[in-house]
């Protein structure tokens, strides 16, 4: 008698439904061709800021070569020196950075109470508010300018840093509030009510509970405010005369000034904007979101 | 939080906390306004059109006007279109999307006339990319001549496209981020292909949020001016580029707010129009 | 130590066409615990918020220890409170969120520390101290609310709804906890919630509200055994009171209530309302269910079967009323089948058909 061995009948090992080899390998195609298209599109961004800085940290002697070396082989600071010590640059420079801070400060001092009024209460004239805040954004700032120039004119004004302060910070004001006011909607209503509840006056409540918890938000707007304050030049350009930010400076001598000098210039615009970049990055999406409701 | 005993009246909280913006607004926004509209209607005699006349008879008004609008009207396409192309890449989540993001959105924070500096370095006549072209044994292409206004109308809009859909990239995301996932799935589930979903359960969506960035976006751009100043000097004239010239070097403050005007006309009759276009027409939605 | 007296108190929220709270007056003792209950939008929190000083009345008065407050900020109250999201500061550490009270108030330094250490004794919470909220899960931090308030040792100690945040188990062991504290610190707590097995367990006496007016005050039993009209009976109790109508007969050998075909005893004194429907209210611990039929029992078919463990809840159709009864975790049913149920005179409460007001008897 032989003990016939019987196999049980193996299940079939079966992929998944439909996970043939086709559509895997249809899954992998789409993969790589999104990776593709994303370096693509990298390239676009990266490359001109990359070239920037090659061409800003070239010697004056090889920008004069043609062709351009791709290369980083002829690295120098020559051109960024030259630029720094232009006339008006430095002071350029000073000017942009007082004007930003000004505009920092005068635009939270004003635009912080007015977002946390939006906030907290609910008064008549609430929404023509927020309209009014809309349409002031919506104004294009070339139609302000001109006019506010003969205004600085003959308020004595023109050709100060105030005179661009007090414009850029009608420019920043706007989204100061919305946003403050959306940072100021994020803190619970009844932390306030509890500190005072526990023995906090209104304002002791805003100070010692609300504005803590308000403090990153509202830095972050601070940081938008002073880009948008650094980077703005139309306005600059018009309100000032010798008293100019970089970006008018850079702007008024165009004209005149060798490729060198103007490549240089794009370099020292761009990398303050880069550093702002790497700090922003995660606030990036929470305010513009807050910002369009 | 009323506090107060009926019959004790103060100056009520929220008046004093928005009262300095509404001071500071209305004087810096009305104020100059009036001050530009008397600008550019009122000479030495009273009323006059002779500034308007003197703008529009100016040889470089109308390529302005042409130049500005036809920027206006393949930018903005353009940059949503390919910001949203962009956004819905990384929705994708690829690997590396954190690295793609930060590069895609640094040109955010640079200004127009940076990014203007930015792209000379590349069209200029012995730039980037004629180097490159001379590498690869081509000929090199005067991008920048007035004598192809072609090329240069193509360089402005790369410039702006580069620089200014960063910003628009972020508004998508962040309102691609508010949309909820169950849309999605449900509609993937009831068989409906990639593109159906886009076209039906994304993009209405994302209808708030492109409507406001869509009209901040064209009033900005009818301003594109020092982006085009760093390229092309007034090779290629824009409205807000004239308004410069006749201020600073012709020394006409009167023209100059006569174009300003033209530019506000235009921003206003555009943001109507997207109003009106983009208009919620779903039965009950209010308008 | 205060007592809260409240009169008359008359809300209407801006833009609200119904009044928040309507002409509402309460008083609740000196050490008592009184529990405001009611399903949302009954006023409940209005009431207690009024009481804080976070709202003020349109009319009416607030008195705490015999000081009229009505218009007192919350600050000059010297009350105490327990927030429903706990409000908890996330950017202080527990041991600062815990002290807000005693450093507003200007108390010594010394003192602040010695106090806050004692109420996280209290709370179990002494190894947590130097944390930071976000390190906290949600039952922690309901435990530092708490011990924020109590250590203040103000007059009156408010609570809106603190347990609803905490997951079923966690809530069960909570309450009881929370009972031990404030017996402990014998402050008049007032406290508010929609849970009505919470209030039955918490209170020395609940307040039922509904619709802006308080319907019946009492202690716990009694308002559960004697609900003064149908909404009362119908919302506290697990499973609800049961109603049902039926006519009522006298006859020479006693007053019964008929219910479809079927009789059923009542109590002599419902007599009065002879030949007129009542609404007769009773509770499923009051039915008994059998197999048998029987002398003044009434015949119901079982419609759905749910065993709840401890004993097993029916929902049976008595007529055109459906009513839940339970019966002991071994009774053999099935769904279709017909039951017998008895309940005793004494068990049944009475309402009037159009005011559900209950009956006098």
């Known amino acids: 008698m032989t003990a016939t061995r019987v196999r049980p009948p193996q299940p079939q090992v079966t992929a998944p439904e439909g996970d043939t080899g086709r559509a895997r390998r249809a899954r992998r195609g789409r993969a790589i061709a999104l990776q593709v298209a994303c370096v693509a599109v990298t390239l676009f961004m990266g490359l001109p800021l990359y070239l920037i800085t090659l061409a800003g940290l070239s010697s004056r002697e090889s920008l004069n070569r043609f062709p351009l070396s791709l290369l980083p082989t002829d690295l120098s600071v020559e051109t960024m020196s030259v630029f720094l010590s232009s006339t008006g640059v430095v002071p350029g420079f000073l000017n942009s950075l007082q004007v930003g801070l000004y505009t920092l400060a005068l635009s939270l001092l004003i635009g912080v109470p007015a977002g946390y009024a939006l906030a907290r209460y609910a008064f008549a004239g609430r929404e023509p508010y927020q309209l009014f805040l809309l349409l002031t954004r919506a104004l294009p700032i070339v139609v302000l300018s001109v006019p506010l120039a003969k205004v600085f004119l003959t308020t004595g004004l023109y050709d100060t840093t105030y005179a661009v302060t007090l414009l850029h910070t009608a420019l920043a004001l706007p989204t100061t509030v919305l946003i403050t006011s959306a940072v100021f909607v994020a803190v619970p209503r009844d932390h306030e009510e509890a500190a005072m509840i526990f023995g906090a006056t209104g304002p002791q409540a805003v100070l010692r509970v609300v504005l803590p918890q308000a403090l990153p938000g509202i830095a972050a707007a601070a940081m938008f405010t002073f880009v948008m304050s650094w980077n703005e030049v139309l306005g600059a350009a018009i309100l000032t005369l010798n008293q100019r930010t970089l970006p008018a400076q850079v702007l008024a001598t165009l004209g005149d000034s060798p490729l060198a000098y103007r490549f240089a210039g794009g370099l020292a615009l761009v990398l303050p904007a880069v550093v702002f970049i790497a700090v922003m990055r995660r606030y990036l999406i929470n305010m513009w979101g807050t910002t369009l409701r | 939080m009323a506090r107060r005993r009926p019959g004790r009246s103060r100056l009520p909280a929220p008046l004093l906390l928005i009262g300095p913006s509404l001071v500071f607004m209305t004087v810096l926004f009305a104020w100059p306004m009036v001050v530009g509209v008397a600008q550019a209607f009122t000479g030495d005699q009273g009323a006059t059109l002779r500034y308007v006349q003197r703008m529009v008879d100016d040889a470089y008004f109308w390529p302005a006007m042409r130049n500005t609008l036809l920027l206006i009207v393949v930018l903005i396409p353009l940059q949503f279109a390919f910001a949203l192309a962009m956004a819905l890449m990384l929705r994708a989540r690829p690997r590396f999307h954190g690295v793609y993001f930060y590069i895609w959105v640094l040109p955010l924070a640079i200004s127009d006339l940076a990014a203007g500096l930015v792209w000379l370095s590349i069209f200029t006549d012995r730039g980037y990319l004629n180097s490159v072209l001379h590498m690869l044994g081509l000929q090199p292409y005067a991008w920048l001549s007035y004598q192809n206004p072609t090329s240069l109308f193509l360089t402005v809009l790369i410039a702006e496209l580069w620089r200014a859909t960063s910003l628009v990239l972020v508004i998508i995301v962040a309102g691609l981020q508010g949309i909820p996932k169950d849309y999605d799935e449900v509609a993937s589930v009831f068989g409906a292909t990639y593109w159906q979903r886009l076209r039906y359960v994304i993009l209405p969506q994302l209808r708030p949020s492109l409507q406001v960035a869509m009209i901040l976006r064209t009033i900005l751009a009818l301003q594109t001016f020092a982006v085009a100043q760093a390229l092309a000097g007034r090779n290629f004239p824009l409205l807000v580029g004239e308004t410069y010239y006749w201020y600073n070097f012709l020394q006409n403050p009167n023209v100059a707010a006569a174009i300003a005007l033209v530019v506000l006309a235009i921003s206003m009759v555009t943001a109507v129009g997207y109003l009106r276009l983009l208009r919620d027409r779903s039965p009950g939605a209010a308008r | ?361």
């Open chain 3, 1 to 361: 130590m205060a007592d809260i007296v409240m009169r008359d108190l008359v809300k209407t929220y801006p833009g609200g066409k119904t009044r928040a709270t309507d002409n509402v007056s309460l008083t609740v003792a000196d050490g008592e615990f009184l529990v405001l209950v009611g399903p949302s939008g009954c006023g409940k929190t209005t009431l207690l918020r009024m009481v804080a000083g976070l709202e003020t009345p349109d009319s009416g008065s607030v008195a705490i220890g015999g000081r009229d407050v009505t218009w007192l900020p919350p600050r000059e109250r010297h009350v105490s409170m327990v927030f429903q999201s706990y409000a908890i500061f996330p950017h202080m550490k527990v041991r600062q969120n815990i002290a807000f009270g005693l450093r507003m108030r200007k108390v010594p330094p010394a003192e602040i520390e010695r106090r806050v250490r004692q109420a996280a004794e209290v709370l179990e919470l002494v190894d947590y101290l130097d944390r930071y909220p976000a390190q906290l899960s949600g039952g922690q931090r309901q435990r530092v609310a708490v011990a924020r308030a109590i250590v203040v040792d103000a007059g009156v100690l408010l609570m809106d709804e603190p347990l609803s945040n905490l997951d079923a188990l966690l809530r069960l062991q909570f309450r009881a906890e929370l009972k031990k504290i404030v017996r402990q610190i014998g402050t008049t707590t007032l406290y508010v919630t929609h849970d009505q097995a919470e209030a039955m367990s918490l209170g020395d006496r609940i307040a039922v509200m509904r619709a802006g007016r308080i319907v019946q005050v009492g202690p716990p039993l009694q308002v559960y055994d004697r609900p003064s009209e149908r909404f009362v009976g119908g919302f506290l109790g697990t499973p609800p009171m049961n109603f049902f109508t039926a006519v009522v007969a006298e006859a020479s050998g006693g007053t019964s209530l008929r219910v479809g075909d079927q009789a059923l005893a009542a109590p002599r004194a419902i007599g009065a309302f002879d030949g007129r429907p009542v609404v007769v209210g009773v509770r499923a611990e009051n039915v008994e269910v059998g197999t048998s039929p029987g002398e003044g029992r009434l015949r119901a078919r079982v419609e759905v079967v749910e065993p709840t463990g401890s004993s097993l809840l029916l929902t049976v159709r008595l007529a055109e009323h459906e009513l839940k009864v339970q019966a002991p975790p071994g009774f053999k049913v099935e769904p279709d089948d017909t039951v017998w149920l008895r309940c005793g005179p004494e068990a049944l409460r009475f309402y009037d058909p159009e005011s559900t007001l209950a009956l006098e008897s």
